[in-house]
């Protein structure tokens, strides 16, 4: 009788235990991330210095670095950037990061103008990032295209928000794109070239200044 009494005491302590661990966790796990950005006595790294100091980030960091986006990311605007991790980094073709042109777009299509916040967002939303590319972000799903958002959620920086991503955005071309490149239809793609042009009417124009 008194053997049962012991057990029942000692999974009623290792229940309590675990309930308070769990509860404990939860709490780190929803306290508010924008806590500490309205702390002003707090002093908070910007965009490219919790990058900078976040391991699994680090062969992202080295392409801010080759196309000068880490300076453009100090400056006192506010940006939103979702950095694919390590792994994710893995799935782009080594041959694809030896091309500086294609390195420049993949590095803007993954950072966009304003804050834009996990949290304070609900349903789909297309987002105009600065590789001219619409980024489609299902704030319901944490699905960001393609990627999937990874916790923490919102790390909010001094001059921005940071999310991190499973996999990369590689920027798509649109229909114009691939009948540009093709090569494989020149009359057409002439054709229609030749509906489009600039058209200067001195009638209607009005002249603003004077470049000697």
């Known amino acids: 009788m008194n053997k049962n009494i012991s057990k029942n005491k000692i999974k009623s302590i290792y229940t309590s235990l675990l309930l308070t661990l769990v509860f404990a966790l939860l709490i780190v796990q929803c306290k508010d991330p924008w806590e500490d ?6 002093e908070i790294p910007d965009i490219i210095d919790r990058i900078k100091n976040t391991e699994e980030l680090s062969k992202f960091y080295d392409l801010l670095k080759q196309t000068k986006w880490d300076s453009i990311l100090r400056q006192n605007h506010n940006y939103t950037i979702w950095v694919p991790d390590n792994n ?6 080594e041959d694809s990061l030896k091309d500086t042109a294609f ?6 299509n993954h950072i966009s103008y304003t804050k834009i916040s996990y949290f304070n967002n609900t349903g789909i939303k ?9 980024l489609v972000v299902d704030f319901d799903q944490k699905k960001i295209h393609n990627a999937n958002l990874k916790i923490p959620y919102d790390i909010v920086v001094k001059n921005g928000v940071i999310h991190i991503i499973d996999k990369p955005l590689i920027p798509q071309k649109n229909i114009w794109e691939i009948i540009e490149t093709t090569g494989l239809c020149p009359s057409y793609t002439g054709y229609l070239n030749s509906l489009s042009k600039w058209v200067f009417d001195p009638s209607i124009a009005t002249q603003i200044g004077y470049d000697p």
């Open 37 to 42: 950005y309205t702390n002003k006595s707090i």
């Open 88 to 93: 994710a980094m893995n799935l782009v073709y």
């Open 103 to 108: 390195i420049n777009k993949f590095v803007a």
């Open 126 to 134: 297309k987002i105009k990032l600065f590789s001219n590319k619409h």
